[in-house]
């Protein structure tokens, strides 16, 4: 099992960068694919970006896909998130979820998931 914290949301203006890192506990954080994924209010929940056990291969959502970057380290037991060039529908509750399939988009196929952190972007 493993727990998983997000951190590093906030307010940010329109073309503002802003870095997401998933923090997870125990030492078996490197044998689990991760992703992001993201819901806006009245939304589903929508797929983000996905990344292996040893970070060498990466999947995007294509709202994001070249503005969007997922990354790991797993000394670190860390994941992230690094987003750039935001803009105002980027505004969402981002979560990150651990799973034993890699690069998935769908939700469901995850198997823990993280609280969240609100991304909001003001225009």
């Known amino acids: 099992q493993v727990q998983l914290v997000e951190s590093g949301g906030g307010l940010v203006q329109v073309g503002d960068s802003l870095r997401l890192s998933c923090t997870a506990s125990?030492?078996?954080?490197?044998?689990?694919?991760m992703g992001w994924f993201r819901q806006a209010p009245g939304k589903e929940r929508e797929f983000v970006a996905a990344?292996?056990?040893?970070?060498?291969?990466?999947y995007y959502g294509g709202s994001v896909k070249g503005r969007f970057t997922i990354s790991r380290d797993n000394a670190k037991t860390t994941l992230y998130l690094q987003m750039n060039s935001l803009k105002p529908e980027d505004t969402a509750v981002y979560s990150c979820?651990?799973?034993?399939?890699?690069?998935?988009?769908?939700?469901?196929?995850?198997?823990?998931w993280g609280q969240g952190t609100q991304v909001t972007v003001s225009s």
């Open positions: 979820a651990a799973g034993s399939r890699v690069g998935v988009t769908s939700p469901h196929l995850y198997d823990y």
């Open positions: 125990g030492r078996t954080f490197s044998s689990y694919a």
């Open positions: 990344i292996n056990r040893s970070g060498v291969l990466t």
